[in-house]
């Protein structure tokens, strides 16, 4: 069973207001990805990174999207601005690097965006 | 970029009988396949992977089948009980795993006595 460690699990916010997520990766998990499912099902790759770097991200994560991976501090997910469009559940996913390519998931946080 | 397409949508399936799933992939650099489960209200729950070198793998109850010429991976519930009832997705990708993930839709299965 994964370990990944996501908070809050729902998350309620206004247009406009500032939305926030967090992730504490499996132990010894140095690489963490975030997605975004929305109710259809369809999965968007977001952001990752390894250790503290930026792998990869896509263009949506660089304008309203920030993330951070911090030193001994949980990941984290944050949309400055929510929009309607961005109700959806938010999985945060580690693995281990360099080759293994298994990813283990967190049980996502739901926002909300009234 | 890489495409998958996962069917059927909705598996319904009694009790003791197979269910199998099938995704098909764009991308013939696609390194990396797997299959999580997904309960109502939870995360994604790694089932198996597979590296492109292997063909088949059988753990608990699961079989992978993968077939790079026509870019087919498939996934087999055999004996299939009530707590198979889930969502069921494939997961893909290059070996640069920096990438993410790239998903199918989701397969609903229901399993019923």
């Known amino acids: 069973n994964s370990k990944v460690i996501q908070t809050p699990r729902y998350l309620v916010k206004g247009q406009g207001q500032k939305a926030k997520m967090r992730c504490i990766p499996e132990k010894g998990h140095p690489v963490v990805f975030w997605y975004q499912q929305n109710k259809n099902n369809e999965f968007k790759f977001l952001i990752n990174f390894q250790n503290q770097e930026v792998l990869q991200q896509i263009d949506m994560t660089e304008k309203r999207f920030s993330a951070e991976c911090p030193s001994n501090s949980p990941c984290s997910l944050e949309i400055q601005s929510s929009e309607a469009g961005d109700s959806a559940l938010y999985l945060c996913?580690?693995?281990?690097?360099?080759?293994?390519?298994?990813?283990?998931f967190g049980p996502g946080t739901r926002l909300t965006v009234l | 970029g890489e495409q998958v397409e996962q069917r059927p949508p909705h598996l319904s399936v009694r009790e003791g009988d197979s269910a199998i799933i099938i995704c098909t992939y764009t991308?013939?650099?696609?390194?990396?396949f797997s299959w999580y489960k997904q309960e109502a209200g939870a995360g994604l729950q790694l089932l198996m992977s597979?590296?492109?070198?292997?063909d088949r793998k059988e753990e608990q109850g699961l079989t992978v089948l993968l077939n790079k010429k026509d870019k087919r991976l498939s996934l087999n519930l055999t004996a299939a009980h009530p707590g198979d009832s889930a969502v069921y997705f494939c997961a893909v990708s290059a070996r640069n795993y920096a990438q993410g993930l790239t998903f199918g839709l989701g397969t609903r299965v229901s399993v019923f006595p």
């Open positions: 991308d013939s650099a696609t390194a990396y």
């Open positions: 996913a580690s693995s281990l690097p360099g080759g293994r390519y298994e990813q283990y």
């Open positions: 597979v590296l492109s070198n292997v």
